[in-house]
């Protein structure tokens, strides 16, 4: 039996469209810790993983740990029927073949609800290693989604090039190349739009454009992203919410293609 | 400087990097070994070659010549093909080498090119050898000229002139050669053709028996029973059959998998047998995958983030998006591996695909093939794509799995082991000849395979016979060149002389639940394109017939003059939703054999009783219905005016039959001897006509300026999956024609020559087409070129046959490309043709008086 209230709706359809691109079926992992998300796309070239914490419903019930197979993008459907305003709930039965939203509005005392059909999704839970990285960016989720539109319009991969000045973004294609570079700064007025660079080492890696512009859509939920990178490990995008997370994975683009 | 995408890895860092490092390694270490490989094959060859002359030698002291030579003979063509097989390894070496150079521009490069020299210098060494061959031939054959015991002898002279053959093929016949031993030798070569195939499969029982009653089985299967079978383990048949090109070597192959499949995981048999002969269904069904390159390709780059660009680049370059597929792929290292693909998946997944229709099918299908791509394992990308493309090119033939099938089933039996080795070869002959004439009777795998499983090969023959509502293939009839040559071949047999008439092939099939079916030659379900017949067909039937096969002709017909009217009538009508309100082209039915009435299967009666039947059960109806008209007498004068009066009626000529005995029973899918067909226009040039496949064009100059002047043809290598140039064609179109022709095939143009298209130096026409349109041809007789390649390899080792004098006559739509005549056929008519010739320069028969 889970229930799980949600106070602001508007959450959980950002979560939706941040990850609905990459995803067409997923496993929502109901736990007493929260609902969690983990899944590969289709060319298991990036990962995704989610975590909604307990504290962030209020009430939060999860007797037995449930796994839901939802389409997400009937999900997202369904979600589009509430209202920005609304508040969320999120009921499933311990069989778990359907999951009820109910979307309730204070204001104007409207309650509708949905019964979404479930699926059974075979997936496997992949343990992703805790990783020391060489170098973590964090940086305004705004510049990092502007960054990564403009160069995509030169080329299908970028660059990152991580140093102690600076972190830079350079793409090259047919039409030419470009490159953004944002500086190491300090600048505690606008703590928002810092670029803050842990570094252990000098790193430069590239990444297809395609899958960063897709973690992108993840912009809403948080005005801070980090960038955790290694050389030849997969590069970790995070948004962190209040009571979560959204996690992206991307494998980087290796070797030469003649 | 482009990137390639990697997958997803959460690994050491350290072992990203030295998988990668691996990787490379062993593909370089790979080409280096098989160039290793083909090095010592050749010595091995060359070793052996010597010690057969050695042997050969010896033998030549014994008293016994005639013995001695018999096996003088055999020896050489041992050591013959041996040599073949080393060129043709060297051969591939090379190119592979070529290729690894072109791709690989590292430090290994020099390497291979000495590699290369040196294989090239074994094979001058081994050509070298193989003058002396020819040489020694030749004084054998001096010997074996002289008299001998006569049925002996003529065993050696046949064996000897293919050999004999051989060495002129390999461009050495100055010495003059006995023509009349040559043509005696080319006369039994379409014989040999025939029990080869019986022969080889002998062998492979033989050998099979062998192992089973000497040795313990050894299980090579890499699977748990009752577990799906891994698609990787049929991959890797494939594998070992594609690195092959012999029939014995391919059965085995797939014998020893089925075998493994039969005794672990026998729910699987069907779909492996249908992955095997990259089908989904039995054909009338007509479910097809409907996938092109382009989708292919667009699955290819968004699974493995290359670019569009360069897969279309490689794909230019190397022609086969199974390569590319595996390339793209193969350095990729990869943690959080997908679960291993099983053929039940597989084979599901391309059901689907094929099922899937309508608004953004196009979308889902590229996601599932990417899905199943992403799961793919070393080798098996490569056999995906070509499933997915409907081509696996291999060398795989249907019969071959229809032989292995019947033999694994026997030899998986619990108790076979305690088989004499002779009971074994003939239950494994049986097995596979009731499997065959089983499937040509019912060809249908849905109910064959789970026959086999349950009942073993009796249990299939009581369980699987000529059903109404299942297409067989019809049989085919020989073509001749003059009438003398059916009294030559029906000597002493009862035969008759039907109406050929020109239209299309129709098998209407009645089930006993009354439903009504009509099947075209190709067994594609033809019951929307003729409801005006389906609802008349009543009226041809007596009360009694409940239930039957006819097979018949379907011509088109005008009522007012009550005449034929030609195929190209016909082929006006509509082919699909056909409304009868709407139906201006009328067809007119003629029935010429009855394969089922009633509940029995007639297929092994002769045709005397067929046709009675027929005759008695079935009532003629004016201008609807008749039965081909026929004619018994056997004198030639009749079966000229016959001849003559089927012309005057608008046929193409005639059908000429065996009437009696066991030679008259009907033979389904077979281009029997027994079915001769005679048409007016054979009697002078080459007999038939040919059905080729466009697969090029000329830009037309002056007159035909704007559209097309003249197009490249090509045969089809059904064995080796490939089209075969055979001749530039540019008479016989009438000005509409070429317009015609001009719109429909600039719609198939596509960038470069396919792959699987086998072109001299000199054939590049200005455009290339896919392989659609089937044209028939006549021509004034076929010829060797070094320039065409169609049955390249038959009549001569590197050069193919041509047409000469080639006009076109008109489209066949009703025949696929597949369909088109095939290399084999080729050969045969060019043999045919020098045979004729050699007779008549010899005034040996052949009378020329109806030179039309």
């Given at each position: 039996m889970l229930e799980a209230r949600l106070q602001t709706g508007a959450l959980l359809k950002k979560v939706l469209e941040a990850i609905k691109e990459l995803i067409s079926d997923a496993n929502f992992d109901c736990s007493d810790n929260g609902i969690a998300l983990q899944a590969m796309d289709n060319s298991h070239v990036a990962l995704v993983a989610l975590l909604l914490r307990h504290?962030?419903?209020?009430?939060y019930r999860c007797d037995r740990s449930l796994a839901l197979g939802v389409n997400l993008t009937s999900l997202s459907k369904v979600l589009r029927?509430?209202?920005?305003e609304d508040i969320i709930t999120l009921k499933a039965d311990d069989t778990a073949d359907v999951l009820s939203l109910t979307f309730e509005n204070t204001d104007n005392d409207r309650i509708s609800e949905y019964e979404l059909k479930l699926m059974d999704i075979d997936s496997e839970h992949l343990g992703i290693p805790d990783t020391s990285y060489d170098a973590v960016v964090q940086m305004s989720s705004a510049e990092f989604l502007r960054i990564c539109r403009d160069l995509q319009v030169l080329s299908d991969s970028v660059q990152i090039d991580v140093t102690k000045e600076g972190v830079k973004f350079a793409a090259k294609g047919e039409l030419g190349s470009g490159a953004v570079t944002l500086k190491q700064s300090g600048n505690v007025d606008k703590e928002e739009e810092a670029t803050l660079i842990e570094l252990q080492q000098n790193v430069s890696l590239n990444f297809s454009l395609k899958y960063l512009v897709n973690f992108t859509k993840a912009t809403p939920l948080s005005s801070r992203v980090s960038l955790s990178m290694s050389s030849e490990v997969p590069l970790l995008v995070e948004y962190k919410m209040e009571a979560g997370y959204i996690r992206y994975y991307l494998a980087p683009k290796i070797g030469e293609d003649n | 400087m482009s990137l390639r995408q990697s997958r997803l890895t959460f690994g050491p860092k350290s072992a990203l990097v030295a998988s990668n490092v691996k990787s490379d390694k062993g593909t370089a270490g790979n080409t280096k070994d098989s160039d290793e490989q083909a090095t010592s094959s050749n010595s091995t060859a060359e070793a052996t070659i010597e010690t057969k002359i050695e042997n050969v030698k010896d033998v030549a002291m014994d008293e016994d010549v005639d013995r001695a030579l018999k096996r003088q003979v055999k020896v050489y063509m041992l050591t013959y093909s041996a040599f073949q097989r080393t060129v043709t390894e060297n051969f591939k070496t090379k190119k592979r080498s070529r290729r690894v150079i072109a791709s690989d521009d590292e430090e290994d490069t020099e390497e291979m090119t000495v590699e290369v020299v040196k294989v090239k210098e074994q094979s001058s060494t081994l050509e070298h050898k193989a003058e002396d061959l020819t040489a020694t031939t030749k004084r054998l054959k001096l010997d074996a000229?002289?008299?001998?015991?006569p049925s002996a002898q003529s065993i050696v002279v046949k064996e000897l002139m293919i050999v004999a053959k051989e060495a002129e093929l390999e461009g050495d016949t100055k010495e003059s050669t006995d023509e009349v031993a040559i043509a005696e030798a080319e006369d039994r070569a379409e014989e040999i053709e025939q029990e080869k195939e019986a022969v080889e499969i002998k062998q492979v029982a033989a050998k099979w028996a062998d192992m089973f009653s000497k040795s313990s089985n050894e299980e090579i299967a890499s699977w748990k029973k009752g577990e799906p079978v891994p698609y990787a383990a049929l991959c890797q048949t494939f594998e070992q059959i594609e690195d092959t090109t012999k029939r014995l070597q391919i059965l085995d192959f797939l014998v020893k998998f089925l075998i493994s499949v039969i005794k672990?995981?026998?729910?699987?048999l069907l779909t492996v047998i249908y992955l095997s002969i990259n089908k989904?269904?039995?054909?009338?069904?007509?479910?097809?995958?409907?996938?092109g390159e382009s989708l292919l390709m667009k699955a290819i780059a968004e699974s493995t983030g290359r670019e569009m660009k360069k897969i279309k680049a490689d794909y230019a370059e190397i022609g086969d998006l199974g390569m590319i597929a595996m390339n793209s792929r193969s350095n990729q290292p990869t943690m959080f591996k997908p679960k291993a693909l099983t053929i039940p998946h597989v084979f599901k997944t391309l059901k689907d695909i094929a099922a899937l229709s309508g608004n953004s099918s196009q979308k889902q299908k590229v996601d599932k093939i990417k899905l199943l791509l992403v799961s793919c394992r070393n080798k098996e990308a490569k056999y995906l794509m070509r499933s997915l493309e409907g081509k696996?090119?291999?060398?795989?033939?249907e019969r071959t799995v229809v032989v292995a099938l019947a033999q694994a089933i026997v030899l998986s039996?619990?108790?076979?082991?305690?088989?004499s080795k002779e009971k074994l070869v003939a239950e494994l002959e049986e097995a596979a000849s009731v499997v065959k004439s089983v499937y040509s009777e019912l060809p249908c795998y849905d109910l064959i395979v789970p026959a086999l499983l349950e009942g073993d090969i009796e249990g299939l023959k009581k369980a699987c016979k000529l059903t109404p509502g299942i297409p067989l293939k019809p049989m085919l009839a020989h073509p001749t060149k003059a009438l003398t040559d059916i009294l030559d071949r029906f000597e002493n047999v009862a035969f008759t002389c039907e109406y050929k008439y020109d239209g299309e092939r129709a098998q209407i099939h009645k089930m006993a639940d009354g439903s009504m079916k009509i099947y075209s030659r190709?067994?594609?379900?033809?019951s929307n394109k003729y409801p005006d017949v389906m609802d008349r067909l009543?009226?041809?039937?007596?009360?009694?017939?409940k239930s039957f096969v006819l097979d018949c002709e379907a011509v088109a017909w005008?009522?007012?003059?009550?005449c034929i009217l030609p195929f190209q009538v016909l082929s006006?009508?509509?082919?699909?939703?056909?409304?009868e309100e709407d139906i201006k082209v009328q067809v007119f039915i003629f029935a010429?054999?009855?394969?089922?009435?009633n509940g029995e299967?007639?297929?092994?009666?002769?045709l005397s009783r067929r046709r009675e039947l027929l005759f008695s059960h079935f009532n003629e109806v004016e201008g609807e219905f008749a039965f081909a008209k026929n004619m018994n007498s056997t004198q030639i004068e009749d079966i000229q005016t016959f001849l003559d009066q089927s012309v005057a009626d608008n046929c193409e000529g005639l059908m000429v039959k065996t009437l009696?005995?066991?030679?008259a029973t009907y033979e389904p899918s077979k281009r029997s001897r027994n079915w001769l067909k005679v048409k007016?226009?054979?009697?002078?040039?080459?007999g038939d006509s040919i059905d080729l496949v466009v697969i090029g064009a000329y830009a037309g100059r002056g007159k035909r300026t704007g559209v097309y002047g003249g197009y490249l043809l090509a045969c089809y290598d059904p064995e080796r999956e490939e089209y075969q140039s055979i001749c530039k064609i540019g008479t016989g179109f009438s000005e509409q024609n070429l317009e015609d022709h001009y719109k429909e095939l600039k719609e198939h143009v596509v960038p470069e020559p396919k792959s699987y298209y086998i072109l001299g130096?000199?054939?590049?026409?200005d455009v290339w087409f896919a392989p659609v349109k089937v044209w028939e041809i006549k021509c004034a007789d076929l010829s060797v070129s070094p320039v065409y390649k169609a049955a390249v390899g038959i009549v001569d080792s590197t050069k193919g046959i041509s047409l000469r004098f080639p006009r076109f006559i008109r489209i066949?739509?009703?025949?696929?490309p597949e369909n088109a005549t095939s290399s084999e056929q080729i050969a045969e008519m060019y043999s045919d043709q020098k045979l004729n010739t050699v007779k008549n320069d010899a005034g040996l028969g052949v009378d020329m008086d109806f030179d039309y």
């Open positions: 504290d962030g419903f209020e009430p029927c509430a209202g920005n | 000229a002289s008299p001998k015991k672990l995981s026998p729910e699987s989904l269904c039995p054909e009338y069904e007509g479910l097809e995958l409907g996938i696996l090119r291999i060398g795989l033939a039996r619990p108790n076979i082991k305690k088989l190709n067994s594609e379900d033809m009543d009226k041809f039937t007596k009360t009694e017939t005008d009522r007012e003059q009550k006006t009508r509509k082919r699909k939703d056909v409304k010429f054999d009855l394969l089922y009435f299967s007639l297929l092994r009666e002769p009696d005995g066991n030679e007016k226009d054979y009697l002078s040039g080459v130096e000199g054939n590049k026409p066949r739509d009703d025949k696929a």
